[in-house]
């Protein structure tokens, strides 16, 4: 069967190309991908090339297909998996597989080290290490960008999972943020603080019950208060607080004050930046646990820690990059239950949108950019849809049923766009 693909060949080397899949064996599944989230890692990975932990070094030789956040439906499984998998299954994909035997060791991941398997394809061929992990996870839901987005949900439970708290006198660690306690999500309006909002406000088992939402652009803060409101936060148990620090004279005092003086069990730091990540240190309370979640480009970066504090009131630091499965797990689960992740997604394109995207996505504003990988469209926002109205009666309904949905994206949509795609360029 061909497919067609964006693949990485180099720094900033991706192309566009249609080629044929191999026969998969008795070992393997054949998969069409229906919908790709473009990730910052992507950006990463085409910007490094072979200096990417997760990029092979033959890659000029024997190119990836980039994108690791995507799902579809599975078309044909191989003999060994077909007790467990049938045609016309919906998927997701777990793609920090972690398996010793991959191209590159245990830091191969679909998305960036394999030929056959990748987000932004047509169709693809899913190798035997995702089954033998468990990564291939099915998904039951509506629509598939719900399915694309799990895994970017998930890389945020693993991060609060990750969290951990100590008892003095004890070398045991309290897994987990604290329940009850005061949260901070620092630079967290953007694609990935928003996820980490939802999932705070939606969550059963635990939550804070003070979580202060920080940026410093107004608009941005104004959207995710829309989307994730105080109101609701408060019907949860749940103090939510959206605060501009670029408009505070002392931003450390003053976010301190709200917490009550004391600081914040829990903080999350949501962009490399070395005065947010000081920042992050400087509220923490006793026991407080940071973590670093956003990943930077440099391998130089640094930022100053009070040591003091680590020493006389026990503050720490971790750092998550993904989930691992059960968080995947966690992460579909919690759209069953009526988690929506259409708040992250700001524009829609084409498999021919992702290269352009790809290679420019931190000069691009908004959330995220879902891609559907069997229609041909420019990256467009969302809100950009009435206006492409005037002229072209498909994006005149998808901004009536985005319009009914708070700008959002929506299954409703989804299947409107992918029914009628063949007339957006009329």
């Given at each position: 069967?061909?497919?067609?693909?964006i693949?990485?060949?180099?720094?900033?080397?991706?192309r566009l190309?249609?080629?044929?899949?191999?026969?998969?064996?008795?070992?393997?599944?054949?998969a069409?991908?229906?919908?790709?989230?473009?990730c910052?890692?992507s950006y990463?990975?085409?910007?490094?090339?072979?200096?990417?932990?997760?990029?092979?070094?033959?890659?000029?030789?024997?190119?990836?297909i980039?994108?690791h956040?995507?799902?579809?439906?599975?078309?044909?499984?191989?003999?060994?998996?077909?007790?467990?998998?049938?045609?016309?299954?919906?998927?997701?994909?777990?793609?920090?597989?972690?398996?010793?035997?991959?191209?590159?060791?245990?830091?191969?991941?679909p998305?960036?080290?394999?030929?056959?398997?990748?987000?932004?394809a047509?169709?693809?061929?899913?190798?035997?290490?995702v089954?033998?992990?468990?990564?291939?996870?099915?998904?039951k839901?509506?629509?598939?960008y719900?399915?694309?987005?799990a895994?970017?949900?998930?890389?945020?439970?693993?991060a609060?999972?990750?969290?951990?708290h100590?008892?003095?006198?004890?070398?045991?660690?309290?897994?987990?943020?604290?329940?009850?306690?005061?949260?901070?999500?620092?630079a967290?309006?953007?694609?990935?603080?928003?996820?980490?909002?939802?999932y705070?406000?939606?969550?059963?088992?635990?939550?804070?019950s003070l979580?202060?939402?920080?940026?410093?652009?107004?608009?941005r803060?104004?959207?995710?208060a829309?989307?994730?409101s105080?109101?609701?936060?408060?019907?949860?148990?749940?103090d939510?607080?959206?605060?501009?620090?670029?408009?505070?004279?002392?931003?450390?005092?003053?976010l301190?004050?709200?917490?009550?003086?004391?600081?914040?069990?829990?903080?999350?730091v949501?962009?490399?930046?070395?005065?947010?990540?000081?920042?992050?240190?400087?509220?923490l309370a006793f026991?407080?646990c940071?973590?670093?979640?956003?990943?930077?480009?440099?391998p130089?970066?640094?930022?100053?820690?009070?040591f003091?504090?680590?020493?006389?009131?026990?503050?720490?630091v971790?750092?998550t990059?993904?989930?691992?499965?059960?968080?995947m797990?966690?992460?579909?689960e919690?759209?069953?239950?009526?988690?929506?992740?259409?708040?992250?997604?700001?524009?829609?394109?084409?498999?021919?949108?992702?290269i352009e995207?790809?290679?420019?996505?931190?000069?691009?504003?908004?959330?995220?950019?879902?891609?559907?990988?069997?229609?041909?469209l420019?990256?467009?926002?969302?809100?950009?849809?009435?206006?492409?109205?005037?002229?072209?009666?498909?994006?005149k309904?998808?901004?009536?049923i985005?319009?009914?949905n708070k700008?959002?994206?929506?299954?409703?949509?989804?299947?409107y766009?992918?029914?009628n795609a063949?007339?957006?360029?009329?």
């Amino acid at each position: 069967m061909k497919t067609k693909a964006i693949r990485l060949y180099g720094k900033k080397d991706l192309r566009l190309e249609e080629f044929e899949l191999p026969q998969i064996k008795d070992n393997e599944i054949l998969a069409k991908v229906v919908s790709d989230s473009l990730c910052m890692s992507s950006y990463k990975a085409s910007s490094q090339g072979t200096d990417h932990k997760r990029i092979p070094n033959d890659v000029a030789e024997k190119p990836i297909i980039i994108g690791h956040e995507f799902a579809g439906e599975l078309v044909e499984v191989g003999s060994k998996w077909a007790s467990k998998f049938k045609a016309g299954d919906k998927f997701s994909i777990q793609p920090a597989l972690y398996y010793e035997d991959g191209p590159v060791g245990i830091l191969s991941a679909p998305g960036y080290s394999y030929r056959y398997i990748g987000g932004d394809a047509t169709y693809v061929i899913i190798p035997n290490e995702v089954m033998e992990k468990n990564c291939l996870l099915a998904y039951k839901g509506e629509g598939f960008y719900p399915a694309s987005l799990a895994e970017p949900l998930s890389c945020v439970i693993g991060a609060m999972h990750a969290n951990y708290h100590t008892n003095p006198g004890s070398y045991v660690h309290n897994m987990e943020i604290v329940n009850g306690g005061k949260m901070a999500i620092l630079a967290g309006v953007g694609p990935m603080g928003l996820a980490a909002i939802n999932y705070v406000l939606l969550r059963e088992d635990r939550r804070p019950s003070l979580c202060v939402v920080t940026d410093v652009d107004q608009t941005r803060l104004d959207r995710a208060a829309t989307f994730y409101s105080v109101e609701f936060a408060a019907s949860r148990g749940i103090d939510l607080r959206y605060v501009n620090t670029g408009s505070m004279e002392n931003p450390v005092e003053e976010l301190k004050a709200i917490s009550g003086g004391n600081g914040y069990d829990d903080v999350f730091v949501f962009a490399p930046v070395k005065p947010v990540v000081e920042q992050g240190d400087a509220i923490l309370a006793f026991d407080g646990c940071m973590n670093f979640f956003a990943g930077p480009g440099d391998p130089k970066f640094s930022a100053m820690f009070n040591f003091y504090n680590v020493h006389y009131a026990y503050t720490h630091v971790v750092g998550t990059s993904g989930g691992n499965t059960d968080d995947m797990v966690e992460a579909l689960e919690m759209m069953s239950i009526g988690l929506d992740p259409a708040g992250l997604v700001t524009h829609i394109g084409g498999l021919n949108a992702v290269i352009e995207a790809t290679n420019h996505l931190p000069e691009i504003p908004g959330g995220k950019k879902l891609i559907y990988t069997h229609i041909t469209l420019p990256l467009t926002p969302i809100s950009e849809f009435g206006k492409l109205g005037e002229t072209n009666p498909v994006f005149k309904q998808l901004a009536t049923i985005c319009d009914k949905n708070k700008g959002l994206w929506s299954v409703e949509a989804e299947a409107y766009l992918l029914s009628n795609a063949d007339k957006l360029a009329n």
